[in-house]
């Protein structure tokens, strides 16, 4: 018989014991995951340090530096010094100011700035008193201006116009001053052959006072037959050249009456104006034509055995026995001639007097019955080449060794209807306005000056 066994019963305490165990083990479990999980899977939060404390410092002291502008560099030329203006002696200047309620510009006309004055001229200065300027058609732009009319009977003998011809030169450059800019500086010189005539000192401002003075001045010059060019005035002489006072050319220029010289000379006393565009109206212009020297010591002697001859001895005798008839013979036929002059309403007819009743003679077309057997020992003849040469280093000592640029000259030429004008001539003028950097026209006669009149229409 099988036996049957019968089921034992778990002891309860047993139970408890392996019920508790299996709770703690769950617990420490779960426990165990959490701490896992917070430890791996989040992640920890951002800590931000606080920042260092900020320690405040006191700035170093300021440190002051001064900077002095450097001196502008002065040319040894100028020479400019600085004054109180209270404290400048001014030489003695005729000044014409315009009245305040004018338009009027600051003229930088008080003196060359190579000279050490204050102002230049256009060239190198300030450049507010600028005119357009135009003589008979010869137009240029500048401030300070010079005109040199020729005055000599020349330039009112018949066949030029006469006194009438003349009217117009005055009227051409009274006009054109009183046209002017008020800043603009000018001044006018008369000259007759190495004579010459200012209106002023130096350059004055234009404006309608120094204007209707020049209008009064110039009114007399060759007005009157009788006392043409500057023959007669007390105040026409030949000035000092000053410019290259030990070339020997200088001496050369003012030596004699030839009319080469004559023509340097006169450039030379324009030159030493100060001006920035020169013109001259004249009669006779050959541009750098030959200069003459006085005779070298050859020629005095051949002609100390000329004078000595019995020939020459009595032919001088014999001409100057026939003077007194000749001048007799010429004061006829020009009162004969301006006899019908006055019927008609012309003006007296002015002769020549370059060479004295010899010019006189040679016009009125009377011979000499014995002709002088000759006047001198001759001279000698300075090359154009030589004569350019001077020039040129008259105009470096006067302006480019100041840093000032040389004047344009600019040449009026008015010749008679009929009179002879060779090419040569014309080049050697052409070649004497391009060195000034000049213009040159030629006019014939009474009616061509006058249909060649041009400042009336300048305005400034």
Same mark, same amino acid.
């Given at each position: +018989? ?97 009245? +305040? ?53 020349? +330039? ?22 009183? #046209? ?77 009456? #030839? ?150 000259? #600019? ?48 305005? #400034?």
């Amino acid at each position: +018989m099988i036996e049957i066994k019968k089921d034992r019963k778990m002891n309860p305490m047993l139970l408890k014991v392996i019920f508790i165990s299996i709770a703690l083990h769950v617990v420490a479990g779960f426990v165990a995951g959490v701490i896992t999980i917070a430890n791996i899977v989040i992640p920890e939060e951002t800590q931000f340090e606080e920042p260092p404390a900020v320690v405040e410092e006191e700035p170093p002291p300021p440190v002051k530096v001064q900077i002095k502008p450097q001196a502008p560099k002065q040319e040894p030329s100028q020479r400019l010094t600085m004054r109180p203006v209270a404290n400048i002696a001014v030489a003695q200047i005729d000044v014409n100011l315009p009245e +305040m309620d004018q338009s009027f510009t600051v003229s930088a006309g008080l003196g060359g700035i190579g000279g050490g004055q204050l102002l230049g001229g256009t060239r190198g200065s300030i450049g507010m008193g600028l005119s357009d300027v135009s003589v008979f058609g010869l137009k240029t732009r500048a401030e300070r201006i010079l005109f040199v009319i020729d005055a000599n009977r020349e +330039m009112v003998t018949d066949k030029k116009g006469g006194l009438n011809s003349y009217k117009v030169i005055k009227d051409e450059i009274t006009d054109m001053v009183g #046209n002017l800019s008020a800043g603009t500086l000018f001044n006018v010189m008369l000259q007759d052959r190495k004579k010459t005539v200012l209106f002023k000192p130096q350059l004055i401002p234009a404006g309608s006072e120094s204007h209707a003075q020049l209008v009064q001045w110039i009114a007399s010059v060759n007005s009157d037959a009788e006392h043409p060019g500057l023959e007669s005035s007390a105040q026409a002489k030949a000035p000092r050249l000053t410019a290259l006072a030990d070339h020997e050319l200088q001496s050369v220029l003012a030596w004699g009456g #030839n009319r080469g010289n004559e023509t340097g000379f006169i450039t030379q006393v324009a030159l030493e104006q100060n001006a920035d565009a020169i013109f001259l109206i004249t009669g006779y212009h050959r541009g750098f034509e030959n200069i003459i020297a006085p005779a070298s010591d050859k020629q005095k002697r051949d002609w100390e055995r000329l004078i000595a001859t019995r020939d020459y001895k009595e032919q001088l005798a014999a001409h100057q026995l026939e003077v007194p008839i000749m001048q007799k013979r010429i004061d006829k036929e020009l009162a004969r001639m301006n006899a019908d002059r006055a019927k008609k309403g012309q003006p007296a007819r002015v002769l020549s007097q370059r060479h004295g009743i010899y010019s006189n003679a040679g016009e009125l077309d009377l011979k000499w019955e014995t002709r002088h057997p000759g006047h001198g020992p001759g001279h000698q003849q300075v090359e154009s080449k030589d004569v350019i040469k001077y020039f040129k280093e008259l105009n470096a000592e006067l302006y480019e060794d100041k840093n000032r640029t040389p004047p344009s000259v #600019n040449v009026v030429l008015f010749l008679a209807g009929d009179e002879v004008y060779r090419p040569e001539w014309k080049k050697q003028l052409d070649q004497y306005v391009r060195f000034f950097r000049g213009k040159n026209r030629v006019i014939r006669g009474e009616d061509e000056i006058k249909s060649a009149r041009s400042s009336k229409g300048t305005r #400034n």
